[in-house]
């Protein structure tokens, strides 16, 4: 690539030749941000989707000829071709101005809803197919020579304008089934048009003087740049063609047909797949959503009503259930959830949801479940006492995360928030027995979120020379003890995350090798497991031990590891001792066998951090339904079928788009109003955020499920 820059401050020259599409528009992309607005693209060779998304501002000056979808998605970018376009120019355009000095290939102005496209020549086949028009947003295209057939297919909205200026008298500038299912728009052709010539649905009428009127501003713009003479233009007569009455097709239906009665379409947001993924539920397309409007505030909110720990958990320790799940694998990458979270976190003052309440709430435990619970029942206005033996809050967040991937500045930025409710910490305090039945008599409930560090045991030989992970990744952060492993191998038993971060810790004290052996196929995933293979971690499955000794670990196989520190990762059972009695519950209930005492984290399921802030913020709700005498909400497990999310209309986004334009919205309706313009019918109808279908006239016909790119409406039986 030779880059050339004419002028330091306004224009940009590029020398395109045989540069790959992708990296010419992220050269775009990338110049715009250092602050360029017009750019000369010099010997363009059929590079796609150039000018794709761009907003106002920006001007693309083409010599040579782009490939296909030149402008798609434009937001309003000048886009000037010295020559000829390829097929689908201005696809699904939103706003901006394109402007072809030669001829433009099949369906130019697909989808357009707003902004202006001039070709010069002429255009191929379908052009302004389903061109539509919203409140003041209304498109116009206008071609200079002839048409394909289908020019306006289901047409919508908008104007399309087609002079036939070189042509003979007699000639007409279309050809067949012009306007073909037609129920929004109108064209105005000059020239010859015959009847037989008009697809289904439309009709042609000689245009008036007040239709010509309103057309001869764009007319008047058309001719000055492309130095033609309009009275020339307006000398020769209009047709116009427009839908066949407010019903064109309306024969075509019955609505008593059969699928009438047995489905109509149901519009409602459903849960994407990456909430349904995240034990917390955190919703991240409608807090994108607000970003990308320039709500932060609202998006701000809608996160503290999930999670205290959007920076710390989201965007730091989280392997990313919500990415693993995303509908964006399909297209290579998920989005970037916590690159978002990172880059958009709440940092501001914590809003109180609710009045004082009466209820006083104890809890046992500052790690992150009892931190997350805190803080949801803190903001609805109850008054919320922590307990904790060590000296500082935050759990294994602050204690045994490595500073790696989580430091004390990191999780500071989120517990400082928790600190601003006006909790009380009662910090280096020991519950016993005693003192834990002095807590059931005061609270009004009293959650144990204790979490688990006493190690478990395997039974083999030798097992009391080993370390156990919880021990070792606490002592290497809140000791700042070094270990001494240069030239030194270490064996892990278990492969889990935990134990990768043993692992990336052994190599960070110059561990010579790091082998994990597992009983079964590793648990780990995401982002531990990605740097501990990177460092050179080895995992091996299945083995089974049976017993250590003299720097050496023999497995039941033969086989013999040398191992100079052995680490035991197999997960840790809490310690109970000090309620004096068995504590009984089932699993994923909080409640226990002890009036009002309930719990959540580890203690009631090993998991991930996420899942232990996520049984905060259910264990928070809960309780606040009980204490207010309201029915608790039923969780809603609906996810949107991914076959349901329309990927064809976000292909090839990536090398465009910033991370927050990554999202689908999958299953969440932004309003985009393709099924109010796709349906024949036209019985859906839109105001603000709600939707209207007509199910008396509604056929059932599926074409407004079928076209929603987000799978946000379904066909279910009546």
């Known amino acids: 690539m030779e880059e050339k820059m004419a002028d330091t401050s306004t224009i940009c020259k590029l020398q395109v030749g045989l540069m790959h599409y992708r990296d010419l528009n992220y050269t775009i992309r990338r110049k715009i941000g250092e602050g360029v607005r017009h750019f000369i693209l010099e010997e363009v060779i059929g590079q796609r989707y150039i000018g794709a998304g761009l907003d ?183 047709s116009v063609i427009r839908r066949a009455g407010q019903r064109p097709f309306g024969n075509l239906y019955v609505p008593s047909s059969k699928i009438a009665r047995d489905f109509k379409p149901v519009h409602r947001n459903i849960k994407p797949p990456c909430a349904f993924a995240c034990p917390v539920g955190i919703p991240n397309p409608v807090i994108i959503r607000k970003l990308k409007e320039g709500k932060i505030e609202e998006a701000f909110d809608i996160i503290d009503n999930y999670t205290p720990f959007r920076y710390s958990c989201c965007g730091m320790v989280c392997p990313g259930l919500c990415r693993a799940s995303c509908t964006r694998n399909s297209l290579g990458e998920p989005v970037k959830i916590d690159k978002i979270a990172k880059q958009y976190h709440p940092a501001g003052k914590v809003k109180i949801l609710e009045d004082p309440k009466n209820e006083h709430i104890g809890i046992i435990g500052a790690g992150p479940s009892g931190l997350s619970a805190a803080w949801h029942l803190a903001r609805r206005g109850y008054k919320v006492d922590v307990y904790d033996r060590e000296d500082d809050i935050g759990g294994k967040l602050t204690h045994n995360i490595p500073d790696e991937r989580l430091s004390g500045p990191d999780v500071s930025k989120d517990l400082s928030r928790i600190k601003s409710l006006g909790i009380n910490f009662f910090t280096g305090t020991d519950v016993d027995r005693r003192f834990f039945n002095e807590l059931r008599e005061k609270y009004s409930a009293l959650i144990l979120a204790i979490g688990a560090q006493k190690p478990r045991k395997i039974g083999f030989k030798g097992e009391e020379k080993a370390v156990s992970s919880f021990q070792f990744l606490r002592s290497s952060k809140m000791e700042k003890k070094e270990w001494e492993l240069s030239n030194k191998s270490v064996v892990i038993i278990g492969a889990g995350n935990v134990a990768m971060d ?136 609906e996810v949107v079928d991914k076959r349901k999310v329309n990927v064809m209309y976000f292909k090839e986004r990536d090398a465009f788009y910033n991370t927050l334009d990554d999202c689908f919205s999958c299953g969440t309706c932004i309003q985009c109003d393709i099924c109010v313009e796709n349906c024949p019918r036209g019985v859906i109808q839109r105001t603000g955020e709600n939707f209207i279908i007509d199910l008396e006239v509604c056929t059932g016909c599926g074409v407004c499920a079928s076209v929603c790119p987000r799978g946000a409406i379904t066909m279910e039986p009546i």
């Open 56 to 238: 106002t501002g920006v001007v693309l000056e083409i010599k040579g000829i782009p490939g296909q979808d030149l402008g798609v998605f434009n937001g309003g970018a000048k886009i000037i071709v010295h020559g000829n376009a390829q097929d689908g120019v201005g696809n699904t355009m939103n706003n901006g101005f394109i402007v072809i000095h030669g001829n433009a290939g099949d369906i130019p102005g697909h989808m357009v809803r707003n902004g202006k496209i001039y070709i010069k020549g002429s255009a191929g086949f379908r052009a302004g197919i389903m061109m539509k028009e919203y409140e003041r947003k209304h498109p116009v295209m206008i071609i200079g020579e002839t048409i394909g057939d289908y020019v306006g297919e289901y047409m919508a909205g908008g104007t399309i304008i087609i002079l036939g200026c070189s042509l003979k008298n007699g000639e007409s500038p279309v050809a067949r089934h012009v306007a073909s299912g037609i129920f929004g728009g109108e064209l105005f052709i000059r020239g010859y048009v015959a009847n037989d010539q008009l697809g289904e649905g439309a009709i042609i009428s000689e245009a008036a003087p007040d239709e010509i009127e309103k057309i001869i501003p764009h007319l008047t713009e058309y001719s000055e740049i492309f130095g033609i003479d309009l009275n020339e233009i307006l000398n020769s007569s209009f």
């Open 502 to 637: 043993a692992a990336c810790e052994c190599f960070r004290f110059s561990a010579d090798t790091v082998t994990a052996i597992d009983v079964q196929k590793p648990a780990a995933f995401g982002k531990e497991l990605e740097r501990a293979l990177s460092l050179g971690t080895k995992i091996i499955y299945p083995r089974f031990i049976e017993r250590y000794e003299k720097g050496e670990v023999k497995l039941k196989n033969g086989e013999s590891l040398k191992a100079d520190l052995l680490i035991e990762a197999v997960g840790e059972i809490p310690e109970l001792d000090f309620i004096g009695e068995k504590l009984v519950f089932e699993r994923g209930s909080f409640t226990t066998n002890i009036p009002n005492v309930y719990v959540i984290g580890d203690v009631a399921a090993p998991g991930l951090v996420t899942h232990s802030i996520g049984m905060g913020l259910r264990i928070a709700n809960r309780l606040h339904c009980l204490f207010q005498g309201i029915p608790e909400a039923e969780e809603i497990y």
